[in-house]
């Protein structure tokens, strides 16, 4: 076995200078040029105080001009904002979930798709009252995805799945009047509340910001990752590799990438295809290589071990390779500039979804219905276009990690307590997890997700970050291009137990584990909120008590507010090393870095000092537990 050491952020960045060179030679743009010239950023925009939801302004709140022309002042100007950057994201990751409901409506025997996890549809069933007696797995699915659709529109009542909460979270939630209700409500709401002439006090904008957020965390991303496990199966821990060398020269290269697992899985399926591996070897190629980038990357990895070459800041590295067939999205944090880049290669850009429509890119529709013929056609096109290469821009940089994933709640219950869990059975629990906190094996945990951010050195953050609180016994869970970062450094392979404190070191030994473990996609945040939730209830603590916070250090997308808004809402205080636009109201930037204390019993810190930003973790973490007296 080879010596194990981490790849550094500075090999990462020698990496995709050579690449850009490439990108020179072909006259091709990037981001980090653009970035050039869209600095320094508007400082209007930054702080959240310029007012663009009716024709009389756009109205900027300065010292001269404290009021917009309708006399609303900054801090109902900043909270409108804020509220709709929420409700941005928590409309994205709920659609994604109404995607895979419609998915699940579409499952047939024999079909494109099926019950991958039938024992997980019946828990869901069950914990929602529908009869599984005696009933055909199709119908069920059927039921179970109707009744979950009509989750987005119920006239009256909560989010089923907020049951899932300890009690006291779900008082707090209806005491301060934020229980999610119908998800497609709470993003209308948002719109209305925030449209001219509608609310402009900020506890009022804020607290619905927190529902809507609510809506996504335990509404939308909760259906789409529990029925995206019926579909597809429930992760289990699984081998794979990490970071662009996992592309193959002498292979075609699919990189999927986007976040709805429908359409990559189908492309995965496709690819093992023997009629397709056939065509490849006509063409010259030796086979075919699906890798991933962002979510649609961490969805095919965790069930099927595909290799993630790259996240969010690395899309248009992997084009740059010259060794990329095609590029195929679906939803959520696709570059447009993908389309112009791909023009500089013979690498096609092919966009899937009526949501996420490019220019310069080939439209291939997807649809659950004829999801086998596009994603032949998908993996056809890209097979084909083998021969267009051009050997002299071909680099792939010769830099992977071996990575373990696949730790959904179930599996982390399995690793821990060696049984096979649900918490609706409740065949396992978190004790062990427990025991090992309270005995101060384990400080604690941090869940470390999100995007990268050219604001913060590209996945500087998440690495430094992850080392710092390993050394400190402190085991991290993490999701999206967080865990992305963490695969490619080398941080979920299990040897990166030598660099925890002995504590954790002695938890992975004995669980067999990475410090770092792979929970999955954005939406499959839920499955921390699931975690926290039974830490509680097996504990006896309060979530805000248990030694965990959240934390998102390079976080860009209005998802990323959404998910914030709903872990501190659960009561996980929240780290963030980019400010949310909300520094130019006093009023609501107290409100989200302290004031909501008062409300769910936790709040936000930002901190832009990566360092600075560990030890605040860290210190909120020895609080806790001193509070706790453990
Ligand atoms: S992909 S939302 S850049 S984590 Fe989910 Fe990564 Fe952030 Fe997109």
Redesign the pocket.
Same mark, same amino acid.
Request: glycine share 10%; hydrophobic share 30%.
């Given at each position: 076995m080879s010596e194990f050491k981490l790849t550094t952020v500075e090999e990462f960045e020698a990496a995709t200078a050579r690449l850009l060179e490439t990108g020179a030679k072909v006259g091709a743009d990037s981001w980090q040029l653009r970035v050039k010239n869209q600095t320094p950023h508007c400082k209007f925009g930054e702080e959240g105080v310029c007012c663009r939801i009716c024709s009389m302004g756009p109205c900027r709140i300065t010292k001269k001009a404290p009021r917009g022309i309708c006399g609303c002042d900054v801090h109902g100007i900043v909270g409108r904002n804020f509220l709709r950057f929420t409700a941005g994201g928590s409309a994205t990751h709920s659609d994604h979930g109404r995607e895979i409901c419609h998915t699940l409506y579409e499952t047939r025997e024999g079909g494109n798709y099926t019950v991958k996890d039938p024992a997980k549809l019946k828990r869901i069933a069950q914990e929602w009252g529908i009869e599984t007696e005696g009933k055909d797995i199709y119908d069920l699915a059927h039921e179970v995805a109707e009744t979950g659709l009509l989750e987005y529109g119920k006239p009256f009542g909560t989010q089923k799945f907020i049951k899932r909460a300890p009690e006291h979270t779900q008082e707090i939630w209806k005491r301060e009047e934020i229980e999610p209700r119908a998800i497609d409500r709470e993003v209308s709401q948002a719109l209305h509340m925030t449209h001219m002439g509608c609310s402009s006090k900020p506890e009022a904008l804020v607290r619905q910001a927190l529902r809507c957020g609510l809506s996504d965390g335990w509404g939308g991303s909760m259906m789409g990752t529990e029925f995206s496990d019926v579909l597809f199966g429930t992760p289990k821990e699984m081998e794979t590799e990490a970071n662009l060398g996992v592309m193959e020269e002498e292979n075609v290269n699919i990189v999927v990438h986007?976040?709805d697992p429908s359409l990559s899985e189908m492309i995965c399926e496709y690819a093992e295809d023997p009629e397709m591996i056939a065509l490849a070897k006509s063409v010259g190629a030796k086979g075919i290589t699906i890798s991933g &980038? =962002?979510?649609?990357s @961490?969805e095919v990895a965790m069930r099927r071990g595909i290799p993630m070459a790259g @996240?969010?800041?690395q899309q248009e590295n992997v084009v740059l390779t010259g060794a990329c067939e095609a590029i195929v999205v679906d939803v959520? $944090?696709i570059f447009p500039a993908l389309g112009p880049l791909s023009k500089c290669f013979h690498t096609k850009f092919i966009t899937t979804s009526p949501v996420a429509q490019m220019p310069e890119s080939d439209f291939i529709r997807f649809s659950s219905e004829s999801a086998g013929e596009n994603a032949k056609l998908i993996v056809k096109t890209a097979i084909e276009n083998f021969k267009n290469r051009n050997p002299e821009l071909v680099h792939i940089p010769d830099m992977k990690q071996k990575a373990f994933v696949g730790y959904s709640f179930e599996e982390i219950i399995h690793k821990l307590d060696g049984v096979t869990n649900s918490f609706v059975d409740k065949t396992g629990t978190t004790m062990p997890l427990v025991d090992c906190v309270k005995s101060g094996v384990l400080r604690g945990a941090v869940a470390m &997700?999100? =995007? @990268?951010n050219p604001k913060i050195r590209p996945d500087a953050a998440h690495i430094e970050l992850m080392k710092k609180l390993i050394a400190n016994d402190v085991i991290l869970i993490v999701?999206? $291009?967080?865990?992305?970062a963490a695969a490619k450094a080398g941080l979920m392979d299990k040897r990166a137990k030598e660099l925890c404190g002995a504590g954790l070191k002695r938890v992975c030994e004995l669980a067999d584990i990475p410090p770092v473990l792979h929970m999955g996609? $954005?939406?499959d945040i839920s499955r921390m909120m699931i975690l926290a939730s039974e830490i509680a209830k097996d504990s006896g603590w309060n979530i805000s008590q248990v030694p965990v916070v959240g934390c998102?250090p390079e976080?860009?997308?209005e998802?990323?507010v959404s998910i914030g808004n709903y872990v501190v809402s659960t009561g996980i205080d929240t780290y963030l090393g980019v400010e949310p636009y909300a520094t130019g109201s006093s009023e609501v930037d107290a409100l989200l870095k302290g004031g909501l204390r008062d409300w769910v019993e936790a709040a936000y810190t930002v901190e832009s000092d990566i360092d600075k930003l560990g030890d605040l973790m860290i210190e909120r973490i020895e609080e806790k537990r001193a509070a706790l007296g453990i």
């Open positions: 986007g976040h &980038v =962002c979510c649609t @961490n @996240n969010f800041l959520q $944090c &997700v999100g =995007c @990268n999701s999206g $291009c967080s865990a992305q996609s $954005c939406v998102a976080w860009m997308s998802k990323a």
